[in-house]
Structures are given as C-alpha cells and as structure tokens.
C-alpha cells in the first residue's frame, strides 16, 4: 500500500491489531472512483462504487461480517454511509458524526456484523455527492432467500441531471426565494424541486435498459433501491403482479399488487412469478408528478423485447401512505415491553423566506432526539409544509405505528416519507448507542437544515 494512503481503522481493538498492509481474509474493498455512463447518446463522468473485481457495491450473506477497506481514489475527500445497516455508530460513515470524512488518496476500514439481513445501499453522506450517483448496492442475502435457490435482480434507480448538483442547489436557493414557487394551496402539493434530464436503472435508461434473462416460469426476487436524490418513484409491473416480499429490507406480510409506491431511499422487495407465457415484463419507476421514466426488462427465453419510451403517458402517481396503511411487520418489535418510554416530537418545517428547511425537536430547532439506552422510544414526525419529506433514521430499524391517527402494526423500515399535512409516529428500541444521524432524505432538503441527530445520554 501506498505510504500516503494512511489507513484510518475504525471499530473493534482486534480490527486495530490486524495488519493495515494488506487485506486480511475476507475483507472487501470498495474504490470510490469515476466512471463513465451514457445518457441520451452522450457520455457522462460521474462518481461510482466498485470493487477491484469490478462488481458494483458489495453482496454478503446473512451472518457475514461486513469486513470492508473503503478507497478513496477520488481527487475529492467523500465517504460511504452503510444505509440500512446498524453497525457501531462510528462505523456509519456520516462525516463529522461517526467519524471523519475520508480524503482523497486515503481509506479507511469497517468491521461489524453484517445486521440486519436484507436490501440495503450505499451511499456518500458527503457535501451533494450523492447527486453525482456516489451511491450503490449493499445487498445482505437472506438465509431463506439464499435457500429458496431464487434468482434474484437489483436494481438501482437514480435521478440524472446534466447540471452540476451545486448549481441545482443554487437555483433552488434563488427561485425559492420569498416562497414564490411554493405551492400555498393545500389541494397541490409540490412534488418535485428539480426537473430531472433522465431516471436510471442500473445506470441505464429506457434507450438501453438492461434486459435480464429468466426462466419462462420462474420466480425472479426484485430488489428495488430508490437511491435518487430527490425523486419519488412508483414501481409499475404493468398488467402483471408482484408480492411485496419486504420493505427498507425488512420482512413484510406478503402484499399482492402491480404499483408499489418507493420514496426517496426505500427499497421494496417483489416477488415476480412469469406466468410462462413467454411474455417479457418491465419493471418501471415512474417519477412522481413526472412522464419520465427508468426501468429494466425481465426476459424468458425468446421473448421478444419491445421498445419502451422513457416518456410515458401520464404522470406518475403522488407517493403516498395509501399502500404503507396496508403493510405489516412480518418481524415486528418484540412485544414483551410494549409500552413507549419516550415520546419526541418533531416538527418538519420549511420556511418561506427562501429555501430552508428544518425538523426542530420539541420545537428546538438545532436540537438532537436524546433518548437512553434500553428505552422503547416514538418519533411523532408531523409534516407543515407543502412538499414529502422520506424521513431516515440512522442506526436503527423503526417500526411505523400510527398514520394520522390511524394505529397499524406497520412495516419496519429505515425511511418513511411524511407526506404534506401528515403525521406519522414510528417507534424503535434504543439498542445501539451513539449519536446517529437523523433527517430528510430528500438531498436538497437536508443541505437546506432537515437534518438533526439522535443522542444516546451518557453512552460513553
Ligand atoms: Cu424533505
């Protein structure tokens, strides 16, 4: 290894004792590097996540140890969050949280038990990299998907601009300004901030999406991954169905439907059964109040593959908590303390005097979620603005409990979009001490303040 490339070692004392000078067993590492993408027939450079095999992210099986060197080749300093992971707090990989951000020509370790199981991502917390599609697959193979011998697909969607992402946030910032283009009218929600050139599949858009092959009759297990930065999907099968198998990568009752609201962050989980007809099915995300769209193709063997236009012809549904009403934990929080210890307001609020976003705390703006450890604890999240904010935890899996006074024992999940006039409580057991970031996932959201954190009290 490169002398310059000081290793920053994090976590156990055994970690510490491993040799920095060469990958130990089982360590994987992942290269934060540039690359080259096609959009519209025309290149693009943007960041990516690979190993040196060249897979993109990182698949483990359940019980496997999440042993990683991250690199960063990149000329500027970045990071890679663990979305949907709960490792150690200082292994989270939010810069000036968990640890320092990693520069540019450096690494840094993670060692932790690979937990929970499911469909997770990652992705950098650093300045708007995210935009740049610094983000990839971080996939924990089930014990009982990996038995079920089913042919799994993931997929990652993500929103394209030719604009740089500063100068999107810039132009937010200016159009913004005074509210003018806010919708004040209850009836309209506003739905997108940013005109996006193109949606992407895998890194692909409808001009060359990618055709997967599968068995005539098979059974084919989707992993979604919305890692846009700031869209809403709805994933759309069509005429077919799907059974929505889990949710953030968390077990769900199984749900039989063909549109599958994904905000911002989510993952859904489908289950597609070919109906050996020998017809090809797509799996789109339409964008939210948008005609654009991304997606793949699954394919039997001979089936033709028809030309899908990356317009399609209505607007994509408004993502709502409509389908989150019908969810059900298949693992829910254990039941032998039910009652809330804690019970923490927090209100999501923009500001009309320009682009500005909060989530104050017990209506402190600045201040953390505190909670202590062993506490079973709610977060009742109400919505007073006019746009959707898919709202993260880190470090934790919450289960969602009540959506506008209607009590449901909902999903677990890592993210749940609030929509506008809305209150959602979720509710979590305090088991991972630290202090843990918390806030919209809406990127320009949380650059603009929706961004809080959750402290452990007296954890060290
Ligand atoms: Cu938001």
Known sequence: MHPSRR??????????????????????ILRLQTRQIEVGGKAATRYGVTQPSGAVG??????????????????????????????????????????????????AAYKFPALPAGTRWMHSHFSLQEQDLLAAPLIVRETEAIRSGRQEVVVLFEDFSWTLP????????????????????????????????????????????QVIDVERAGEVRLRLINGSASTNFTIDLGAD????????????????????????????????????????????????????????VLRPRGAAVAKIPDQGTTDGPVVGLNQELLLRAARPLLAKHKRVDRSIPVALSGSMMGYNWSMPVHDMAGAPATVVRGERVELVMRNDTMMAHPMHLHGHSFQVTEINDAKLAGAMRDCILVPPRTTVKVVFDADNPGIWAYHCHNLYHMAAGMFTTLVYRGFT
């Not at 290793?7 to 994987?28: E, R, W, Y």
């Not at 910032?173 to 309209?188: C, E, H, L, N, V």
């Open 58 to 107: 990182l698949t483990l099986d359940e019980g496997d140890i999440f042993d990683v060197r991250v690199e960063n080749t990149l000329k500027v300093t970045s990071g890679l969050h663990w979305h949907g992971l709960n490792p150690p707090w200082r292994q989270d990989g939010v810069p000036y949280i968990s640890g320092p951000p990693i520069a540019s020509g450096q690494s």
């Open 166 to 209: 500063e100068a999107l946030f810039e132009k937010l910032r200016q159009t913004k300004m005074g509210g003018m283009a806010m919708s004040m009218d209850p009836a309209k929600p506003d739905l997108n901030d940013i005109q996006y050139d193109a949606y992407l599949a895998n890194d692909r858009t409808l001009a060359d999406p």
């Open 7 to 28: 290793s920053l070692l994090l976590g156990t004392v055994a970690l510490a004792a491993a040799p920095a000078s060469h990958a130990a067993d089982g360590q994987k």
């Open 241 to 296: 169905e799907g059974t929505l198998l889990s949710v953030d990568g968390n077990p769900v009752e199984p749900l039989q439907a063909s549109l599958f609201p994904l905000a911002i962050a989510q993952r859904a989980d489908i289950l597609v059964r070919l109906q050996g007809d020998g017809r090809a099915i797509p799996v789109l995300a339409r964008g939210e109040g948008r005609t654009l769209q991304a997606g793949i």
